[in-house]
């Protein structure tokens, strides 16, 4: 049978691992997270026509500005949006 040190000992042990194993779930999303946010980023980027310029600000604030659209492009009575 377990003395009550060795039971505290062991429940100390457990709840240390819970606690690291929390911490790294918690930081593993918000790195996945991040990488997903940067790769749409990216994508809406390439997709803005020639000019656009992209500014990030303070507190994860995006802003875009949309360049000239090419000749032909969407939204001349294609079916682009907007």
């Known amino acids: 049978m ?3 040190w060795e039971i505290a000992a062991v429940v100390a042990v457990a709840g240390y691992v819970m606690r ?5 779930v918690r930081v593993r999303g918000r790195v996945q997270r991040e990488r997903l946010r940067g790769t749409v980023r990216r994508d809406v980027v390439r997709a803005l026509p020639a000019g656009s310029r992209v ?3 303070p507190e994860g604030t995006v802003t875009i500005e949309v360049g000239p659209r090419p ?5 001349e009575g294609g079916s682009g949006c907007g």
């Open 2 to 4: 377990l003395s009550e």
């Open 20 to 24: 690291l194993l929390h911490t790294w």
């Open 55 to 57: 500014v990030e600000g």
């Open 71 to 75: 000749p032909g492009g969407a939204g």
